[in-house]
């Protein structure tokens, strides 16, 4: 039976194609891409070999140091605000709604399918300024506070970043966290409200530690995924107004494709890489001490 | 100290209608905060949705002299929609064609590879699972320089084919590692008694493994079309030629195009996206839902 199931010729034929598309599409181009590292030019202008100058840009270049600090309080402020709400919300779908939150939880999920570009350009008319004031202004005006330009100032445009980002994937971590809180057995929590917890102490003492597993996942995910945010900055604000939402991302795309530098792109695009390996790293090795207590 | 002191009278006296009724608004008192929280998600998460819908049926004078929260004048005026719809259409087309060939590519690879990773025996497939699992790491920035480079010296960069190509590859890592973890949910009883009934490993691929996992294919098959029919970064770079553009670079354009002048058909053409998109999500939410969240837990 084994001699069957480990027949070479059938694990070539079932594992080979996707192996090899694997290989050559992603492997190797990542390989590739560190080659370029120590290359100056683009495809259309061609190459020529730079040593380290890449790397010695990288320390001079007065752009990065903004995308990084930027790609990082993205991530930062996208993650806390995403896991906060889809916790929240999914607290209030386990002790509010409890069995009749189907079709809530279908429309606050909706927006996490809808396209990026399509969310985006449907903010920047929610919240737009001029030449047409969006309704978040109308109702600032009628407040009395007055239309604010959203896009006109870097810490504005980040706050719609930050509303359009949270508002687009809170559903999703709130059926995350809530299939997660499903896991906690009911005795423990109906036991643990007769011995007098309820409310706060009950959230605070039972259900966060119990759910602490599935809290940490969801801030490794989204860590993850806030990092390498492209679609939604460009198309909301385009890195703007100047370069002040740009994350490293976007200053990779503009660096390889406005400007045509494809070896300094790859050092940008590998410094990324980096720092989403670090990060990682270093939030596994936190949360491992934290739930394995020794 | 008062709510204890009631409920301690409410307990003594008997209870009579007129406590009862007081119960009762005390509990409606307690679930009014949560009554409260669930109407703000509803108009927060619905309200720009609705926008949305009632823009597009604006006519473009009621965008310049109306103020932005007021209903349309009439209901039924389409030509917004009728006007984006024949900018939007070729996109459409593009994307359907890039993303479905991709979907099946990465069903069937991703699949049989799953197959060969968890069912068959042979050293070495744990580390080769671990080798496609680095894949759900890396930002597509990194692959991006050296593949525009091979499509451009082979000539692809007019044709939809790098993007079928690229998103082929980009969607494997994922819908290997999941296959993988269903693949484990099957008894491997089923295989080797079909092996006995003297089915070669092949053919009990694809005539036993690939339909008891018709439904774990549908879930995945789902979560990688809204990645791939997503996508931005991958078309923006790999579609130099505007008739190749996918709906999302050709939406990012098509404000560019009619610029701030034309507000309905701008609103018609996100419409359009999102209703395609809804009519997918109400039939099969629930399958997307959990795909979309299994795959969060194990990535």
């Known amino acids: 039976m084994t001699s069957v199931f480990g027949d070479k010729r059938s694990i070539a034929l079932l594992l080979g194609p996707a192996l090899l598309f694997y290989s050559l599409v992603m492997l190797l181009p990542m390989l590739w891409s560190l080659g370029y590292t120590f290359f100056n030019g683009s495809v259309i202008t061609g190459f020529d070999f730079a040593g380290l100058a890449n790397f010695r840009k990288l320390f001079d270049d007065p752009a990065l140091m903004p995308a990084i600090w930027f790609t990082v309080k993205y991530a930062v402020c996208i993650t806390v605000g995403q896991v906060l709400m889809g916790y929240g919300l999914s607290l209030l779908y386990l002790f509010f709604l409890k069995h009749a939150g189907g079709v809530i939880r279908t429309l606050v999920f909706f927006p996490v399918v809808l396209p990026t570009v399509a969310v985006s350009l449907l903010f920047q008319k929610f919240f737009e300024y001029a030449p047409q004031t969006g309704p978040v202004n109308s109702l600032l005006d009628a407040v009395g506070i007055g239309g604010i330009d959203w896009f006109g100032s870097a810490g504005k445009a980040f706050v719609v970043i930050a509303i359009m980002d949270i508002w687009r994937s809170m559903g999703f971590y709130a059926v995350l966290l809530y299939a997660g809180l499903l896991d906690i057995p009911d005795e423990l929590i109906e036991s643990a409200a007769l011995d007098g917890a309820n409310g706060w102490r009950l959230i605070k003492n039972i259900i966060i530690p119990l759910s602490l597993p599935v809290l940490v996942s969801s801030v490794v995910f989204s860590i993850n995924g806030t990092l390498k945010a492209f679609d939604s900055i460009y198309a909301l604000t385009g890195g703007g107004p100047g370069t002040s939402t740009t994350p490293l991302t976007l200053y990779m795309f503009q660096t390889s494709f406005s400007y045509g530098d494809y070896g300094y792109g790859a050092t940008v695009a590998l410094t990324l890489t980096l720092i989403c390996l670090l990060v990682t790293v270093v939030i596994f090795r936190a949360t491992r001490r934290d739930t394995v207590p020794r | ?299």
């Open chain 2, 1 to 299: 100290m008062a709510t204890v002191i009631t409920n301690s009278t409410s307990l003594a006296a008997d209870p009579g209608p007129a406590s009862q009724r007081r119960r009762g608004f005390r509990k409606v008192a307690r679930r009014l905060p949560g009554y409260l929280c669930v109407t703000v998600l509803l108009v927060v998460v619905v309200y720009p949705l609705v926008w949305l819908l009632l823009g597009s049926l604006k006519t473009q004078d009621e965008f310049l002299n109306d103020p932005t929260y007021s209903l349309p004048h009439s209901f039924t005026y389409f030509s917004n929609y009728s006007t984006a719809w024949s900018a939007v259409a070729g996109y459409l087309r593009n994307s359907v064609l890039a993303v479905f060939p991709a979907l099946g590519l990465v069903i069937l690879l991703g699949t049989a590879a799953g197959f060969a990773l968890e069912v068959l025996v042979w050293r070495g497939r744990g580390a080769t699972l671990l080798l496609f699992l680095a894949g759900i790491m890396i930002p597509g920035q990194m692959i991006l320089l050296p593949l525009f480079t091979v499509y451009f010296k082979l000539g692809l960069t007019g044709t939809l084919w790098p993007l079928i190509i690229t998103y082929t590859a980009i969607g494997l890592p994922l819908t290997v590692f999941m296959m993988a973890t269903y693949f484990r949910a099957i008894p491997r009883e089923v295989f080797e008694a079909a092996t006995l009934d003297g089915a070669t490993v092949i053919r009990s691929f694809f005539s036993i493994a690939f339909p008891m996992m018709r439904n774990s294919i549908l879930t995945i098959a789902l979560v990688q079309f809204f990645f791939l029919w997503n996508d931005l970064l991958i078309a923006l770079t790999f579609t130099t030629d505007d008739t190749k553009r996918t709906v999302q670079v050709g939406l990012l354009n098509f404000t560019g195009q009619f610029g701030v002048v034309q507000y309905g058909p701008t609103f018609a053409a996100i419409c359009i996206n999102v209703l395609l998109i809804l009519v997918l999500y109400v039939v099969l939410n629930q399958r997307v839902m959990r795909g979309l969240s299994a795959g969060a837990v194990k990535g």
